[in-house]
């Protein structure tokens, strides 16, 4: 193989005109005109058209003709500048060919189950395949074979510069990349561990990180002041469109530092690394607390790309005529609504009252909507009669409407919920007007989160309990007092997406226990999950913070691939499942006995619920595990297969299960049985055996003395 003289599809240029080159890669397309055979060949930089000449090779032309798309092989020849007309503009080299003086064949290709090619090989021509039209289950089933396509490919390569990006940026402002354990500790985080057995530990099991965040603050206790990792974590979560199982994320963590730090350094990181897609993101990035964006945009992950924001209308409603309005405001509800501009000829009075107020929002979550238009210089609506004049002004001045814009209402009783249906609202009418610029990135901070939540009838962290509240001062026994504080957290935010979130770290022990009492978690309890990071706090830990993105998510939004499985080398499909490696699956029984887990009931893979797994009958009748029969022939130095394992087990279960069998006979009444022959005393001293007919019988035993068989001693007098 010519390796060391080998030239890249994708590199061949004009100013090689003339020269000999070496070319391996796959066969892309093949079309034979009968006086020449032309092939594209491809390779991860490009592609390159070859030309097989039957006038100057004959037999390297018949050669060429029982080639097939995605055969690989190894093509010598001279590059040529093609002729005035004949050019590609579909290829970067387009303007030259190679014409083979040699073929060296690496292997064939079983028939395709699509079609990888990309590129016409001539101007014009439509492509049969792309890997929108071909099923996302297929694809992932044969992943490889959808990672030969050029546009594939070219994902995963700006996926690494990106990446490379990040670790360059990092370096320069002193941070050193550190690994941290994937087998650890199950702590909460918010969502369910991936468990991991432990075979030397029986019963006791290792989680898979959901993130190193314990890890990195340990390392800023043990001084190493600036980490960051591209880690690899794992969530056990109810799945979504833009989720998978595990995923990559930048965590980082510095010391002695504060929120402006990471928003400065923040920033400049993701200028950075979209600037490596062709994006040019303003700085600096805008910021907005937590109850700015809730307010405004019903989200703490507004889309800024386009307006619409919310209006708070309640205070204009004080004493009015329509009576619903009045209810709620007089119950302490939210009035609230946004103005689409210029949108009356696009939303008629069908499409807002019966599609709107009678569907689409009721479908949301709200009981109703209100709506109005301004038209000739005033409000129109089948409910505006109910306002009066000044009412009807406000409204216009507070959404500054003008001719054509259309006002949207909520009003409930329940806040949050106007919010969630305002929002929800927001969106689908951007979407439906296709008012979101697709080509416009609005980067946000999203700031001072509240730093508990009520749920389930206590107090709980949103975000973990190791976020430095925005005061030390407070009561943990005041649940009210509690709910007021914030935390110094912060989200970054682009286009509707979080892109990834931290916070300022509790380094004093004083401030943890008060939020570990005002979470009721007792001081064993914190001891018994976070025991050996609490014993660090009281070592000295400098204040320290940090932040985590998503860089799936991120990179998926530099690409402009709606989708992050297509940035994923060997994404899991949306039901958490591989195509490819058909994991998970079912394993063999020996290894659950190992590990000493026993199943409840069948399992299997998804596809083949046949897989070997013990059913729920079986495992409750053995009495004797595939573990102790080992384990006995391990006191017996017998070696053993897994097929003897089984036959063993079987066996002495069946014995079992017999005699279990038998006890369950009433024998009362049944006189004891005479023995037919005499009993005779069957222990005796060993004596050597006369001939050799004993020794297949005891060829495992591993020493031999004189006439003697000599096996270890299993029971001590």
């Known amino acids: 193989m010519q390796w060391k003289n080998r030239t890249y599809c994708g590199d061949v240029s004009g100013k090689q ?94 028939t395709l189950p699509f079609q990888i090619s990309e590129k016409a090989m001539v101007f014009g021509e439509e492509l049969k395949s792309s890997p929108e039209s071909v099923d996302e289950e297929l694809r992932l089933q044969y992943r490889y074979l959808d990672l030969r396509r050029p546009t594939v490919q070219a994902r995963f390569v700006k996926r690494y510069q ?120 303003p700085r600096p990035f805008p910021r907005m607390t937590y109850a700015e964006a809730m307010s405004r945009y019903g989200s703490d992950r507004p889309d800024l790309r386009f307006d619409m924001a919310f209006e708070d209308l309640t205070d204009l409603f004080e004493g009015t005529g329509y009576a619903i309005f009045r209810r709620i405001r007089d119950e302490g509800g939210l009035i609230k609504g946004f103005c689409v501009k210029g949108a009356a000829d696009l ?68 806040r949050d919920l106007a919010h969630k249906v305002l929002a929800s609202l927001r969106l689908h009418v951007a979407q439906r007007l296709d008012r979101i610029p697709q080509d416009r990135f609005r980067p946000l901070w999203v700031t001072d989160f509240p730093l508990f939540e009520w749920k389930e009838g206590r107090l709980s962290s949103q975000h973990h309990p190791f976020t430095m509240p925005d005061r030390t001062e407070f009561d943990p026994r005041d649940v009210e007092g509690c709910l007021q504080l914030n935390s110094r957290a912060y989200d970054l935010v682009m286009n509707g997406e979080e892109l990834g979130g931290g916070s300022i770290r509790i380094h004093d022990m004083a401030v943890q226990r008060k939020i570990f009492e005002a979470l009721e978690l007792s001081p064993e309890e914190a001891e018994g999950k976070f025991g050996f990071f609490l014993n660090a706090l009281e070592f000295g830990a400098p204040p320290h913070a940090g932040l985590a993105l998503g860089l799936d998510r991120v990179i998926a939004m530099i690409l402009k691939e709606p989708n992050i499985r297509e940035i994923i080398a060997f994404p899991k499909n949306r039901s958490a499942f591989c195509p490819l490696t058909r994991a998970p699956a079912g394993v063999d029984p020996l290894q659950l006995e190992e590990l000493g887990i026993g199943l409840t009931g069948a399992g299997g893979d998804t596809k083949d619920s046949t897989a070997a797994r013990p059913s729920k009958a079986a495992v409750r009748s053995e009495r004797i595990s595939a573990a102790e029969v080992r384990h006995v022939a391990r006191l017996a130095r017998l070696r053993i297969d897994d097929t003897e394992v089984r036959a063993f087990q079987k066996d002495l279960n069946a014995v079992l299960e017999h005699f279990e069998a038998l006890q369950e006979l009433d024998t009362r009444d049944v006189e004891p049985m005479s023995h037919v022959l005499d009993l005779k005393n069957v222990w005796r001293e060993d004596v050597p055996r006369e001939g050799k007919e004993i020794e297949p019988l005891l060829q495992n035993a591993p020493m031999r003395e004189a006439d003697y068989f000599k096996v270890p001693k299993i029971l001590e007098g």
């Not at 369910?192 to 800023?220: C, E, I, N, W």
């Not at 004049?389 to 814009?405: I, N």
């Open 162 to 281: 990106i990446i490379r990006s990040i670790r360059d940026f990092l370096d320069e402002r002193g941070f050193v990349e550190i690994e941290t354990p994937f087998l650890t500790r199950s702590t909460p985080e918010g969502a369910r561990d991936f468990l991991v057995p432990s075979r030397t530990h029986q019963g006791k099991f290792y989680a898979l990180p959901q993130s190193p965040q314990l890890f990195k603050q340990l390392l800023m206790v043990g001084g190493m002041d600036r980490y960051f990792q591209i880690a690899r974590c794992f969530r056990d979560e109810d799945l979504r469109p833009n989720r998978q199982p595990e995923f990559t994320q930048l965590d980082l963590e510095a010391s002695f530092i504060d929120e402006e730090f990471i928003y400065e350094m923040l920033e400049e990181l993701t200028c950075r690394i979209f600037a490596v897609g062709g994006i040019d993101l």
């Open 347 to 414: 939303l008629s009075k069908n499409i807002l009252q019966n599609e709107y107020a009678l569907k689409l929002v009721p479908a949301f979550g709200g009981k109703g909507m209100t709506w109005m238009k301004v038209a000739g210089g005033r409000l129109e609506s089948n409910i505006v009669q109910f306002f009066s004049p000044e009412e009807q002004a406000g409204l216009v001045a507070r959404f500054q409407a003008g001719e054509g814009d259309v006002l949207m209402l909520i009003a409930d009783t329940d």
């Open 17 to 110: 005109a003339g020269a000999a080159v070496v070319l391996m890669g796959w066969v892309d397309a093949i079309r034979d005109h009968g006086n020449l055979l032309f092939i594209h060949l491809r390779d991860i930089r490009g592609i390159v058209q070859v030309v097989f000449n039957p006038q100057t090779g004959a037999d390297l032309y018949l050669e060429a003709t029982r080639l097939k798309e995605e055969y690989v092989v190894e093509i010598e020849g001279v590059v040529h500048l093609r002729e005035p007309g004949t050019e590609n503009p579909n290829l970067a080299t387009g303007r030259v060919e190679v014409f083979a003086s040699r073929l060296r064949l690496f292997a064939r290709s079983r």
